[in-house]
Nanobody, 129 residues
């Protein structure tokens, strides 16, 4: 079965760092894009970052660009999100999800949640002011 397990959340002060992990199993890892999304109470889920595990393509939403770094350890079937200089507005439940990649081609609708067909349970990140 397809499984995605997000972990690494916790409590951190403004300006601190956390590294989130997304452990994947049950599918051919390098054929997929792994995305990180987050959702704060009362707000819509938004895309944070994604990585093509087979081709290395990456992108970030503007609010985290320069602060967050996404990476993949394909030997471990795990994607990481290194979050530095955290701000209170980063507080949310963070989810990882997968979608099929289009190796060698432009990725359609990379930020649309409906393109991601499997989701993990999420991990809570709380940034205190």
């Amino acid at each position: 079965e397809v499984q995605l397990q997000a972990s690494g959340g916790g409590l951190v002060q403004t300006g601190g760092s956390l590294r989130l992990s997304c452990a994947a199993s049950g599918f051919i890892f390098d054929e997929y894009v792994i995305g990180w999304f987050r959702q704060a109470p009362g707000k819509e889920r938004e895309g944070v970052s994604y990585i093509g595990t087979g081709d290395g393509r990456v992108d970030y939403t503007e609010s985290v660009r320069g602060r967050f770094t996404i990476s993949s350890d394909n030997a471990k079937n795990t994607v990481y999100l290194q979050m530095n200089n955290l701000k209170p507005e980063d507080t949310a439940v963070y989810y990882c999800a997968r979608r099929i990649n289009f190796l060698g081609y432009l990725l359609p609708h990379p930020w649309e949640t409906y393109e991601y067909d499997s989701w993990g349970q999420g991990t809570l990140v709380t940034v205190s002011s």
